[in-house]
């Protein structure tokens, strides 16, 4: 028998509740997973799991409006600084601070785009495997 247990619809429209921590162990420890219940079905529970772990972030939050702030500042400041490496010899302390201020935020941000939620027909789509 498979380890559910029945409970209220939730906000995702299931009817049952997220398995226990000792479920998931004996779905996995089992070695019936593979002969009776297929790998279908233990792609479908770890897609379900996945899914309730809200890795997506809406992109009208208050936090992803500061980054996008932070961001349009950045590019400023590296539209300035970048034409006037040419020229600079040497860097200051300061300058060098602030070029890899900005390579860790291009870089942050290249990764968390990824997980950022995009509106579609007027909805907002927050799929994992629709927004990535």
Same mark, same amino acid.
């Given at each position: 028998?498979?380890?559910?247990?029945?409970?209220?619809?939730?906000?995702?429209?299931?009817?049952?509740?997220?398995? *226990?921590?000792?479920?998931?162990?004996?779905?996995?420890? $089992?070695? @019936?997973?593979?002969?009776?219940?297929?790998?279908?079905?233990?792609?479908?529970?770890?897609?379900?799991?996945? *899914?309730?772990?809200?890795?997506?972030?809406?992109? *009208?939050?208050?936090?992803?409006?500061?980054?996008?702030?932070?961001?349009?500042?950045?590019?400023?400041?590296?539209?300035?600084?970048?034409?006037?490496?040419?020229? @600079?010899?040497? @860097?200051? *302390?300061?300058?060098?601070?602030?070029?890899?201020?900005?390579?860790?935020?291009?870089?942050?941000?290249?990764?968390? $785009?990824?997980?950022?939620?995009?509106?579609?027909?007027?909805?907002? @789509?927050?799929?994992?495997?629709?927004?990535?």
């Amino acid at each position: 028998t498979l380890p559910s247990r029945p409970g209220k619809p939730g906000k995702f429209g299931s009817s049952a509740r997220p398995l *226990s921590k000792k479920a998931w162990t004996k779905i996995f420890s $089992s070695d @019936e997973v593979d002969s009776s219940w297929g790998l279908d079905w233990v792609c479908g529970k770890l897609k379900a799991r996945i *899914s309730r772990l809200r890795l997506v972030v809406s992109p *009208s939050t208050r936090g992803r409006l500061l980054w996008d702030i932070l961001g349009t500042l950045l590019l400023l400041m590296d539209l300035v600084y970048i034409p006037l490496q040419v020229f @600079e010899e040497n @860097e200051s *302390s300061a300058q060098w601070y602030w070029r890899l201020v900005t390579l860790v935020f291009w870089a942050v941000d290249l990764i968390a $785009s990824f997980f950022v939620g995009y509106y579609h027909k007027g909805m907002v @789509e927050m799929r994992l495997d629709r927004v990535a």
